[in-house]
Nanobody
Framework: QVQLVESGGGSVQVGGSLRLSCAAS????????MAWFRQAAGKEREGVAF???????NYADSVKGRFTISKDNAKNTLYLQMNVLKPEDTAMYYC??????????WGQGTQVTVSS
């Protein structure tokens, strides 16, 4: 059973930074693909950042150079450092985990609001 709990969301001004965390209750956490998705109001959920079990990362073009995904296997925790935030980054952010890299388990989400 995979349980994911996000934290760290909030309201920030344009150009600011936030760090999201995701505490994962997964027996073999280090073997999982982990990711952050987001869903803005009225839009479909989209993948933001991905990290595979070997530590390789991949990012959506819209966040490259501004967001950094990382994980601490000793703490079973996933992070998303978000810098130079823009109004279009406003969304509910979800932590996700997958053993196969295709079927995802989800957290409950944490809201990020960027205001100008």
């Amino acid at each position: 059973q995979v349980q994911l709990v996000e934290s760290g969301g909030g309201s920030v001004q344009v150009g600011g930074s936030l760090r999201l965390s995701c505490a994962a209750s997964i027996y073999t956490y280090s073997n999982y693909y982990m990711a952050w998705f987001r869903q803005a109001a009225g839009k479909e959920r989209e993948g933001v950042a991905f990290i595979n079990p070997y530590g390789s990362t991949n990012y959506a073009d819209s966040v490259k150079g501004r967001f950094t995904i990382s994980k601490d296997n000793a703490k079973n925790t996933l992070y998303l450092q978000m810098n130079v935030l823009k109004p279009e980054d406003t969304a509910m952010y979800y932590c996700a985990a997958s053993y196969s890299g295709s079927s995802w388990s989800w957290g409950q989400g944490t809201q990020v609001t960027v205001s100008s």
